[in-house]
């Protein structure tokens, strides 16, 4: 009994102390704003699991009528069943969205723009972490990650720019400073694990540079523009990964990554907080703007990088 009760203690222990680890270091800060959104449209990509169910259950509650597209339709309905539930809004919908599929992400810009009257917020949050050839012949992460957003972004631009003062928020990643951008082969195939986790990186640093070209291109309309970092989070974007590598992945980060709650703060914030408009183009971590790499900061980096995601997506010859 002695022994039990000595195990129990020493458990109680570790787990005090491992609380204490994860909200000092782990968890990060908290959105803590009131802003209601009564009256607002947001579209968010990704919205079936993860930080970005967690981000569209929170603006959800706050009276937004919220959008949740991705390409898993019964993940999606699901996602948007439960929130409306937790929520106590009705007004989340389901709409069917394929980023690896620039058809698709036409085809969606056009159903969207004729079923609703307004976009107050947009939040391209959806990411992959996935080797191979995308159905347009590009390198599936880096076209999930920056091609199909950069393309719903443009499709979509004059239904914001009509609902300013109104946001766009793009989910980036701390990653980014190991990326590069390669105008020979950014956007081709790759194979294999480490190569697939270096388009990842890529497509991150694409984020944080279409942020602030947007907000350059765009400035004075009263549309604003940011990056966001969401930290080190337990989500399944390892999900394509071999067994090997998501396995003891998804145990370390249940341990040492905060929760996908925890992770969505950032966006929420961005999406939310006042005040933020002189901020446009700007990289935010930990609900505070944050310096990004060297390469982030590149403004003709940004602007070639522009012009090169117009023609891979048919904007320009």
Avoid at 50 to 74: F, M, Y
Wanted: proline share 3%; glycine share 8%.
């Amino acid at each position: 009994m002695e022994s039990s009760g000595q195990v129990l203690l020493a458990l109680g222990l570790l787990l005090g102390l491992y609380t204490l680890f994860y909200r000092t270091f782990i968890k990060g800060k908290e959105c803590r704003n009131k802003t209601s959104l009564r009256g607002k449209t947001v579209l968010l990509t990704g919205g079936n699991s993860g930080i970005g169910k967690a981000t569209a259950l929170d603006l959800a509650r706050r009276g937004a009528r919220v959008i949740v597209a991705s390409r898993n339709r019964k993940l999606g309905e699901s996602a948007v069943s439960e929130i409306r539930k937790e929520s106590g809004n009705n007004e989340v919908i389901f709409m069917s969205l394929d980023l690896g599929s620039l058809r698709s992400v036409r085809a969606f810009a056009e159903a969207f723009l004729q079923s609703e009257l307004k976009l107050d917020i947009l939040i391209n949050n959806a990411a992959v972490i996935c080797k191979g050839k995308s159905e347009d012949g590009f390198d599936v992460t880096f076209q999930v990650n920056h091609l199909g957003h950069f393309l719903l972004t443009h499709l979509l631009l004059d239904r914001i720019q009509q609902c300013s003062p109104s946001r766009v928020v793009i989910v980036s990643s701390d990653v980014h400073r190991r990326g590069t951008i390669d105008f020979q082969k950014v956007h081709k195939p790759v194979e294999g694990y480490l190569n697939a986790f270096q388009s990842y990186c890529n497509s991150k640093l694409a984020n944080v540079l279409h942020v602030r070209e947007l907000a350059k291109r765009l400035e004075g309309t009263g549309v604003t523009f940011y990056a966001v970092h969401p930290g080190a989070v337990h989500t399944n974007a390892l999900r394509y990964s071999p067994a090997w590598v998501q396995y003891p992945y998804l145990v370390f980060t249940w341990l040492f990554f905060r929760d996908a709650n925890n992770g969505a703060q950032t966006s929420i914030y961005c999406a939310t907080e006042p005040g933020l408009e002189s901020l446009s183009g700007s990289y935010f971590d930990n609900c505070r703007r944050a310096d990004t790499g060297p390469l982030g900061r590149d403004d003709a980096l940004a602007t070639k990088l522009w012009e090169f995601s117009e023609r891979l997506v048919g904007l320009s010859p």
